[in-house]
C-alpha cells in the first residue's frame, strides 16, 4: 500500500483462500502467507514471485508468528489440530522438520509467542489455552478455556499483554480471561455491564501498559484499563 499515492499493488491473485499471513520485522520485503492444505509461501517483492514454498501441516494454516528475539524462529498453527515451531535456517522442501510440536484434539487457531520470545501459546477449539516454557520449548501445559461458541466462523485467539506474566482470551460469558503464565491457570476474568458480546480480538495498546482493546462479532469495540 501506498498511503501517499492512495493505491494497493495486487501481489497475488489465487484460486485458493489464504488463511493468515505476516511479515518478519527485520525484513519488509517478504511476506508469508498460507494457502491451499498446509502450504506456507514466501512472496519476495524484489523478484515480484514466491521464492519459497514449504508444506508444513496437513491441513491449513491458521496463524503465522515471528520470534520477537529471533526473527528465524516461527510458530504456526493449522486445522490438523496441532501447532509447530520452526527454525527457518533448517528447513527442507522434501521434509521439514519442527522443532516442537504441540497437539490439541481439534482445530488450532493460534499461536503467539510472548513478547521475550521464550514462552509460545496456543488455542484450540477443544476448550484448551496451551502453554510452551523452556529454554528449548521443552514443556507444555494445558489450561481449560471454554471455546465452544457454536459459531465455526467466529473462534478466541489469545494475545499476550506487555510482558511474559499474563495472557489475555475472552470467554462466553462476556468477559476476558486472564491467564497467568507462572501459576499456569485462570487468575481472574474482566468484566462489564457495558460488554454486551463475545470479544474474541484483543490487541494491547504498544505505549500505555494496562491499556487493552477488544472487538466482537457484533462491530463493537471495547476499551478496558487494567488497574
Known amino acids: 500500500m501506498d498511503a501517499e499515492k492512495e493505491v494497493f499493488d495486487l501481489l497475488r491473485s489465487s484460486d485458493d483462500s489464504i488463511y493468515s499471513l505476516s511479515q518478519r520485522s527485520d525484513d519488509g520485503k517478504c511476506l508469508y502467507f498460507s494457502e491451499c492444505h498446509g502450504d506456507l509461501n514466501i512472496w519476495d ?7 519459497t514454498q514449504w508444506n508444513l501441516h496437513e491441513h491449513r494454516i ?3 508468528d515471528f520470534n520477537s528475539k529471533n526473527y528465524n524462529i516461527m510458530a504456526t498453527s493449522s486445522s490438523d489440530g496441532t501447532a509447530r515451531i520452526w527454525d527457518l535456517r533448517s528447513i ?13 484434539k481439534r482445530v488450532v487457531q ?6 521475550s520470545g521464550s514462552s509460545p501459546t496456543t488455542t484450540s477449539r477443544d476448550n ?3 502453554m510452551v516454557t523452556g529454554v528449548n520449548f521443552d514443556h507444555t501445559s494445558m489450561i481449560k478455556h471454554d471455546d465452544q461458541s457454536g ?32 501459576l499456569k ?3 481472574f476474568t474482566l468484566q ?32 478496558s484499563t487494567l488497574g
Open 45 to 51: 517483492e524484489r523478484i515480484g514471485k514466491c521464492s
Open 62 to 64: 491458521n496463524s503465522i
Open 92 to 104: 527442507s522442501v522434501d521434509q521439514p522438520k519442527t522443532l516442537k510440536k504441540v497437539s490439541h
Open 110 to 115: 493460534s499461536a503467539h509467542f510472548s513478547p
Open 128 to 130: 484448551m489455552v496451551g
Open 151 to 182: 459459531d465455526s466462523r467466529s473462534y478466541f485467539r489469545e494475545m499476550w499483554g506487555w510482558d511474559d506474566s499474563h495472557i489475555f482470551i475472552g470467554n462466553m460469558k462476556r468477559g476476558v480471561d486472564v491467564i497467568s503464565l507462572t
Open 185 to 187: 491457570k485462570t487468575i
Open 192 to 223: 462489564s455491564p457495558h460488554m454486551s458480546a463475545v470479544p474474541r480480538r484483543f490487541n494491547a495498546h504498544p505505549s500505555t501498559v494496562g491499556m487493552l482493546a477488544g472487538a466482537t462479532c457484533l462491530s463493537q469495540v471495547y476499551m
